[in-house]
């Protein structure tokens, strides 16, 4: 018995979260799974996250801020930047200057993009090219069932709105794969080349436009979207649009503990950030949360973490309240909302089990990103994860800590560099996910709702 006790005191093991828990938090868990799977189906782009996420912050009485707009203490505002990345954020009635509880993650996910000359025809059927967005495998995407999804942006200024393939009544798209009976060849290639990037056309009809020989199949695809959408090819060129998977968030297990679904990473930290941030009623501080796009690219662009609108906001938050922006930056913490890799026994090769994220273990901080020598990360200082962990024990929020597997095997980097590089206090926290970057992830809900109430501690304290 004194061996137990003296290993309870001194030792530091993984626990899931159902050992450790009472009734009361396991059920908030699965309640709380409902409304997230609800945001994941409506939420499949990042323009369609930043929409999502805005009405769910009107619900909470946040109101749209524009750059330059006054601020004052006990302000609830968002910003929308340009539809695709969005910043919420509640101003505490302390000093700015005592900084800013900021969480970040991102709304954009693995996909396949439409070129901006998409649509051919050949051997009778009709196709659009792709270029893949961010770090997909290839060979997961074909043969089967996916979404149209984006925007077409006219020259006259209006923009058109385009889904299909998420209500029963709507078509789905598709990539052709080899028949196994020809496919000798292709499966001894490795699966990085089994598939190429030229190969992920995307099958949208055969059905000929008999009043013209040429072209007809290309012709009556065009034919049924000016019809539809009153446009022609040329509208292709001001498109962003993409191929997502169809399918919907799904319970997985008897036990229904477990979400598969498209974008976990990272709507998974998303969510809770943000939710986390519009329930948080208790604090004095002053507290942001970012939606970032282009994640999964290198976060460049307008809407990336490494754009300076940030600093931007962070300094009208500093002129408007008589702050000093250096200062806030200085007394400012952070949390990258991101996913982690969780231990999958199939594949236990390329993971170290000891610093590996456990499903349903709990929310997961990775001090430190990057690949194998740690190379391009940030790594979080002692003394902010020993603050972490004293403010996580206040409210009994259950984490693990964990790293991307092996250190040779790879590893991977978030936005948490971007700004930390701001000088402020940053550290990855996220939910680990299984078969992460497929068209179908699994997270575990207790997970989920750890890193909502790990994110309302945070703001809080």
Same mark, same amino acid.
């Given at each position: 018995?004194?061996?137990?006790?003296?290993?309870?005191?001194?030792?530091?093991?993984?626990?899931?979260?159902?050992?450790?828990?009472?009734?009361?938090?396991?059920?908030?868990?699965?309640?709380?799974?409902?409304?997230?799977?609800?945001?994941?189906?409506?939420?499949?782009?990042?323009?369609?996250?930043?929409?999502?996420?805005?009405?769910?912050?009107?619900?909470?009485?946040?109101?749209?801020?524009?750059?330059?707009?006054?601020?004052?203490?006990?302000?609830?505002?968002?910003?929308?930047?340009?539809?695709?990345?969005?910043?919420?954020?509640?101003?505490?009635?302390?000093?700015?200057?005592?900084?800013?509880?900021?969480?970040?993650?991102?709304?954009?996910?693995?996909?396949?993009?439409?070129?901006?000359?998409?649509?051919?025809?050949?051997?009778?059927?009709?196709?659009?090219?792709?270029?893949?967005?961010?770090?997909?495998?290839?060979?997961?995407?074909?043969?089967?069932?996916?979404?149209?999804?984006?925007?077409?942006?006219?020259?006259?200024?209006?923009?058109? #709105?385009?889904?299909? $393939?998420?209500?029963?009544?709507?078509?789905?798209?598709? +990539? %052709?794969? /080899?028949?196994?009976? =020809? !496919?000798?060849?292709?499966?001894?290639?490795?699966?990085?080349?089994?598939?190429?990037?030229?190969?992920?056309?995307?099958?949208?009809?055969?059905?000929?436009?008999?009043?013209?020989?040429?072209?007809?199949?290309?012709?009556?695809?065009?034919?049924?979207?000016?019809?539809?959408?009153?446009?022609?090819?040329?509208?292709?060129?001001?498109?962003?649009?993409?191929?997502?998977?169809?399918?919907?968030?799904?319970?997985?297990?008897?036990?229904?503990?477990?979400?598969?679904?498209?974008?976990?990473?990272?709507?998974?930290?998303?969510?809770?950030?943000?939710?986390?941030?519009?329930?948080?009623?208790?604090?004095?501080?002053?507290?942001?949360?970012?939606?970032?796009?282009?994640?999964?690219?290198?976060? #460049?662009?307008?809407? $990336?973490?490494?754009?300076?609108?940030?600093?931007?906001? +962070? %300094?009208? /938050?500093?002129?408007? =309240? !008589?702050?000093?922006?250096?200062?806030?930056?200085?007394?400012?913490?952070?949390?990258?909302?991101?996913?982690?890799?969780?231990?999958?026994?199939?594949?236990?090769?390329?993971?170290?089990?000891?610093?590996?994220?456990?499903?349903?273990?709990?929310?997961?901080?990775?001090?430190?990103?990057?690949?194998?020598?740690?190379?391009?990360?940030?790594?979080?200082?002692?003394?902010?994860?020993?603050?972490?962990?004293?403010?996580?024990?206040?409210?009994?929020?259950?984490?693990?800590?964990?790293?991307?597997?092996?250190?040779?095997?790879?590893?991977?980097?978030?936005?948490?560099?971007?700004?930390?590089?701001?000088?402020?206090?940053?550290?990855?926290?996220?939910?680990?996910?299984?078969?992460?970057?497929?068209?179908?992830?699994?997270?575990?809900?207790?997970?989920?709702?750890?890193?909502?109430?790990?994110? /309302?501690?945070?703001?809080?304290?």
């Amino acid at each position: 018995m004194e061996n137990k006790k003296l290993s309870e005191t001194l030792s530091y093991t993984k626990k899931s979260v159902y050992a450790l828990a009472d009734k009361e938090i396991i059920d908030s868990a699965m309640s709380y799974a409902e409304d997230y799977k609800k945001y994941l189906d409506s939420a499949k782009t990042e323009r369609e996250a930043v929409k999502a996420s805005i009405a769910l912050a009107e619900k909470y009485g946040f109101t749209e801020y524009r750059l330059g707009d006054k601020i004052a203490h006990g302000d609830k505002k968002y910003y929308n930047n340009r539809g695709k990345n969005l910043f919420v954020f509640s101003v505490g009635e302390e000093c700015i200057n005592n900084g800013i509880r900021i969480t970040a993650a991102h709304i954009d996910a693995p996909r396949i993009d439409l070129k901006q000359c998409p649509l051919y025809e050949e051997g009778g059927m009709g196709f659009f090219k792709t270029h893949y967005y961010g770090g997909i495998r290839k060979y997961q995407w074909v043969a089967t069932p996916l979404a149209l999804h984006g925007v077409i942006a006219l020259a006259d200024g209006r923009v058109i #709105d385009v889904n299909i $393939g998420e209500e029963d009544s709507d078509p789905i798209f598709y +990539i %052709n794969d /080899l028949l196994p009976h =020809l !496919g000798h060849k292709q499966g001894r290639n490795p699966l990085d080349d089994a598939i190429t990037g030229e190969q992920l056309n995307i099958l949208v009809g055969c059905e000929p436009y008999l009043e013209d020989d040429e072209d007809s199949v290309k012709l009556n695809v065009l034919r049924l979207l000016n019809e539809k959408y009153g446009i022609t090819e040329s509208d292709f060129l001001s498109a962003e649009l993409c191929v997502v998977p169809a399918a919907k968030a799904r319970d997985i297990g008897f036990d229904r503990s477990m979400i598969g679904a498209y974008g976990h990473d990272d709507r998974v930290c998303a969510y809770p950030a943000l939710t986390a941030l519009l329930e948080a009623t208790d604090t004095k501080h002053t507290t942001m949360c970012i939606l970032a796009d282009k994640e999964e690219t290198g976060s #460049d662009g307008s809407g $990336g973490m490494q754009s300076e609108l940030i600093l931007d906001i +962070i %300094n009208e /938050l500093a002129a408007n =309240l !008589g702050g000093n922006s250096a200062l806030i930056r200085a007394n400012s913490k952070c949390l990258s909302a991101d996913v982690s890799a969780a231990f999958d026994p199939n594949f236990s090769d390329v993971f170290e089990k000891r610093n590996s994220a456990m499903l349903a273990c709990g929310v997961v901080f990775t001090k430190f990103t990057g690949a194998r020598g740690k190379s391009s990360t940030n790594d979080a200082d002692a003394e902010y994860i020993g603050w972490l962990r004293g403010i996580l024990a206040k409210d009994n929020v259950f984490w693990q800590a964990a790293e991307l597997g092996k250190v040779d095997c790879g590893g991977g980097g978030t936005v948490a560099k971007y700004i930390s590089k701001h000088n402020i206090d940053t550290i990855d926290l996220g939910v680990p996910v299984i078969s992460m970057h497929a068209p179908y992830e699994v997270i575990s809900k207790v997970d989920l709702y750890e890193a909502y109430r790990a994110m /309302l501690a945070f703001y809080k304290y």
